[in-house]
């Protein structure tokens, strides 16, 4: 591997740990709750934060944060809400607030000419071309919630949970994209789901990292996109390790 290689897979590597310090305690509380799906309904809400902040050219990182963050929270106080009040149904609901963000992003995207190129963006991320001030204001936002996360999880209550998780996955989206994000949210968890504590949490982001590394490294050895080398990655690896956990347990 050369020297710019080298350059290029640091802070794409940089990019997805960070990602991972939050998604794998979140993801282990999303299996839990069993609502698999929640961060393709909140990424994809963000996401049309994103697309609507850039239609209104808001070009600064912290503003087009500031309309993913708003949608991205406001879809969540929803969940909260439907949660509390329909808990039986949250699984379709979240389906449903999937399916709208989805196509409510199409709808503003239809009339853009770069559309199709600003809606793979979103889905499959350009982690490989993270730059520092990305990773700066990335971490701003993804180390202090996911400390709050593992100090004071249990104590946020159903509203803290939602919360945070949109914070998490706001910032997330921008990072790596959609796919990316749940692939680094519900493949680690899954995978170490029967080991209890913060054992599973450290083996979550062993996985996850040797994922992103082994992803990162066969995008540039075949010149194929990172993305979905990432998540095939992490699938891979998720597969072996769980297998094993089975065997063992």
């Not at 994809?44 to 087009?64: C, K, Y």
């Not at 990773?135 to 202090?144: D, N, Q, R, T």
């Not at 990162?216 to 075949?222: F, G």
């Amino acid at each position: 591997m050369s020297g710019s290689d080298l350059d290029i897979i640091l802070p794409a590597l940089v990019a997805g740990i960070l990602v991972l310090f939050t998604h794998v305690p979140l993801g282990r509380e999303v299996v839990r709750r069993g609502i698999i799906f929640i961060d393709l309904a909140i990424a994809q809400i963000a996401g049309v934060g994103v697309i609507a902040a850039r239609m209104l050219d808001f070009e600064s990182a912290w503003a087009v944060q500031l309309f993913a963050a708003a949608a991205a929270l406001g879809g969540a106080l929803l969940l909260a809400l439907t949660d509390r009040k329909m808990g039986q149904l949250q699984e379709p609901l979240i389906g449903v607030l999937f399916v709208l963000a989805a196509t409510g992003g199409l709808l503003l995207l239809a009339q853009d000419p770069h559309g199709g190129d600003a809606l793979k963006e979103m889905l499959a991320g350009q982690i490989l071309w993270v730059d520092t001030e990305q990773l700066i204001w990335s971490a701003g936002v993804l180390v202090p919630c996911g400390l709050l996360w593992l100090a004071l999880g249990r104590h946020l209550g159903n509203a803290g949970f939602y919360v945070v998780f949109a914070l998490v996955i706001t910032t997330s989206v921008q990072l790596v994209g959609v796919y990316l994000v749940f692939a680094s949210l519900v493949i680690p968890a899954l995978a170490v789901r029967k080991w209890e504590g913060r054992g599973g949490i450290i083996g979550g982001w062993a996985l996850g990292a040797c994922g992103y590394l082994a992803g990162l490294y066969c995008s540039l050895y075949w010149d194929l996109p990172a993305a979905p080398l990432i998540v095939w990655g992490l699938a891979g690896l998720g597969l072996v390790f769980g297998w094993r956990m089975e065997r063992e347990g």
